[in-house]
């Protein structure tokens, strides 16, 4: 697989050394560059030279080519213009999306980014490389983000690279005439970067899903099936050889890997088969329970909404918020066993206690300790003090489990 104009390339490696030095091979054929980074424009420079190059700087600090992570539309918007003022070609390298995701968060944000630039370069000739460490994102985030991208891996760019370079030693020099047979050995084995104006790459249409897919890879990159061109062809063994490029792009990763299939929420239809036997149980306990219902809407209807309502029916609600209280306890037992979510243990253990709570007071309104109004009252500042609690324990949550990427500059609090 060579790589094309018109593509958006995510070069996954812990530094982003890889795909500066990728940046730095193809310029010659594409002319023009465009680096949005972290590190300083001056450092940038530096190390370019006098390069055709463009550099912007993603900072909170306003200046020319100066980006904030808060405004991606901008930084669309300037790379648009970068390609379109080069013909629809150009070459650019994004460096800090980590920095995007300090202060934006995967979703919506880098994702809308992301989506919208590879749908712009996909109609023109240009190529598009953005440095990425893996472990900023979950596996998930990760999927959804590789979903339309074509991935290197930047290993295998390394070692690519390194054997070029390699190469070009080995030809250059006052001895090259006397090293011509190593060179030309050696060319056997290095293959030369790929060839960005190659010919068209042939397409295999998926029987299962009707992608269509690169000749050269055996699994549809959408649904993951095996391709006709290789159904029963056993792999081949083939002789070693030097790493290549087209190793280090691999498929974009089947849709079900970011969206696992979903099964039926056990737990949920426990908790409405309890609701169910809760209620069964409340009416067999009062038999009366729909006459004193309906004489307690004859009331309601002929004295106004705040009546007391008849003993059976005060009777029964302590029972079925007793209950009620009870079966969330169990609930959240099982939702931590069969799918150790905390969130929604937790939600339901708050629950329990709110609907305790509920029966508790009701009954000390059965007792004519306190009046319906302050049962109300008392168990509405009970409910938002849990909303806070539950709010308070998720955030933390949250926090422990996505800790800042390393070496991100956390942003200053602002009065």
Known sequence: MRMRRGVCYLVEDETSETAYRLFTRLLPELEAGFCLSRLHPEKIRTRFGPANIRIGWFAEVPGEDHFSANAMASVAKAIQQFIEEHGSSGLVLIDGLEYVILHNG???????FVEHLNEFTMGTQAVVLIAFRPQTLDPRE???LERNLQVLDG????????????????????????R???KMNA?????????MRGPPVDRVRCPKCGTENDDEVAFCVYCGSLLPDHAGVPPSPTAPRAPNLSGALKPIPPVARAFPERRPDFVGLIGAAFFLLIVGIVFTLNTDLLTNLRSWWDLVVAGGLFVRPPDGIITSAIFFFGLLGLSNFLTSGLRWILD???????ARVLA?????????????YSMRAISGSLVISIWT??????LVIYIAVGLYWVRVRRPAPTGARVPASRP
Do not use: C, H, N, Y
């Not at 995967?106 to 809308?112: G, N």
């Open 106 to 112: 995967f979703p919506p944000t880098l994702l809308a």
């Open 381 to 386: 500042a009970i409910m938002g003090t849990f």
């Open 340 to 346: 150790r979510s905390r969130f929604g243990a937790l």
């Open 352 to 364: 329990g206690v709110g609907f305790l709570s509920l029966a508790l007071l009701t009954w000390r």
């Open 142 to 144: 990760l999927a959804l």
């Open 180 to 182: 011509s047979t190593e």
């Open 155 to 178: 290993k295998d760019v390394k070692s690519q690279l390194d054997i070029e370079e390699l190469g070009e030693i080995l030809g250059s020099g006052p001895f090259a005439e006397q």
């Open 187 to 195: 060319t056997k084995v290095l293959s030369s970067l790929p060839d």
